[in-house]
């Protein structure tokens, strides 16, 4: 009997902390977003009010949901479309962000000044969207998440006892 209800205590312990994990992925997605509108109006900003080459903007630029995953580090060392490829299979975003983003940054630097500009802002709009997508589905998919987890132990403890 003690057994069981070890086993049982166990199990309550790793849905919980299953669902804590899966939860904080969800914020992760969130995080990344941010760090991603930060990155491009930061672009937009140097380059309509300072025209400054897009490698000074990434060596000074750092997110720490970014910096997480290692698109930071790549950022700098292989610019941005060579950042967003690598990085595509960590982040948490969703696939139609990183499809904007890899659209984004083929030809990102091959442009007029305006052109550039016009092209960040309908990113940043296109972003803006995913981000409120994100917020919205996050509390229900964190229940979703955490019900889940709760009726799964407790089916399985019912189960060993």
């Not at 007029?112 to 016009?118: C, F, L, N």
Request: with cysteine; aromatic share 8%; net charge negative.
């Amino acid at each position: 009997m003690t057994v069981k209800l070890l086993g049982a205590v166990f199990v309550a312990a790793a849905s919980l902390i299953m669902s804590n994990y899966l939860c904080s992925r969800l914020g992760r997605e969130r995080d990344e977003l941010e760090g991603f509108i930060a990155l491009i109006s930061r672009i937009r900003l140097e380059i309509s009010c300072f025209s400054r080459p897009l490698s000074e903007i990434y060596s000074e630029f750092s997110s720490p949901s970014l910096d997480t995953v290692g698109f930071t580090e790549a950022l700098r060392a292989r610019g941005f479309y060579g950042a967003v490829c690598e990085s595509a299979s960590v982040l948490s975003i969703s696939r139609e962000a990183k499809e904007l983003l890899i659209s984004f940054s083929e030809d990102l630097g091959r442009g007029y000044s305006e052109d550039e500009i016009k092209r960040c802002d309908h990113l940043l709009a296109s972003l803006d969207g995913e981000y409120k997508k994100c917020l919205d589905a996050l509390p229900g998919k964190s229940k979703l998440i955490r019900s889940l987890s709760l009726t799964f132990g407790i089916s399985v403890i019912i189960i060993l006892i």
